[in-house]
């Protein structure tokens, strides 16, 4: 009983297949990306590895396992995924800010200047909608969720049919 029930239409079991399946792919390329770069393409990816080793570790693998993690847990409609889902969305909102901010800060040469303002301004659009538009979308969307008590806890009636179903009487067998 530790499901999640979509009772609604069409577009919102669509949804939360698209964001389970989409999270899925990011985390398992996130995870593949590195061990297939590490085995096809060794000698120019030792030196990043050797050189940013303390970084993957202790930030992008548990990120990407994350993604992974969550994206499962919205496919198979666990509770817990619904935090999750508002957590990593929380900080993709954080995150997107502050990539804003350092890329809208960060100063070239002058012989960049021409290309440079053409590409931050096609990376800031690609950024406000993945690391913004994106997670809050999703905030609202799995509000809304929430909110029509599709997601919800467990209610007292719930709690008791599975209590009542699990101490039903014993076969005789055991007696």
């Given at each position: 009983m530790n499901t999640l029930i979509v009772e609604g239409g069409?577009?919102?079991?669509?949804?939360?297949?698209?964001?389970?399946?989409?999270l899925i792919v990011l985390g398992s390329f996130g995870i593949g990306l590195p061990i297939l770069s590490y085995l096809y393409l060794r000698e120019w990816v030792v030196p990043l590895f050797n050189l940013f080793s303390l970084l993957i570790y202790l930030l992008y693998l548990p990120f990407v396992c994350w993604l992974l993690v969550t994206g499962i847990g919205i496919l198979a409609r666990k509770k817990w995924a619904w935090y999750s889902i508002q957590i990593l969305s929380i900080?993709?909102?954080?995150?997107?800010?502050?990539?804003?901010?350092?890329?809208?800060?960060?100063?070239?040469?002058?012989?960049?200047?021409l290309a440079w303002g053409k590409i931050r301004a096609f990376a800031n659009l690609g950024l406000i909608f993945l690391v913004i538009?994106?997670?809050i979308f999703s905030l609202v969307y799995?509000?809304?969720i929430r909110k029509e008590k599709e997601w919800s806890s467990y209610s007292d009636e719930v709690?008791?049919?599975?209590?009542?179903?699990?101490?039903?009487?014993?076969?005789k067998e055991m007696l």
């Open positions: 069409l577009v919102k079991r669509f949804l939360l297949l698209m964001i389970g399946i989409i900080f993709l909102i954080f995150m997107g800010v502050i990539l804003l901010t350092v890329l809208n800060s960060f100063p070239f040469p002058e012989n960049f200047q538009v994106i997670p799995f509000h809304n709690l008791e049919e599975l209590y009542q179903s699990l101490h039903q009487e014993k076969p």
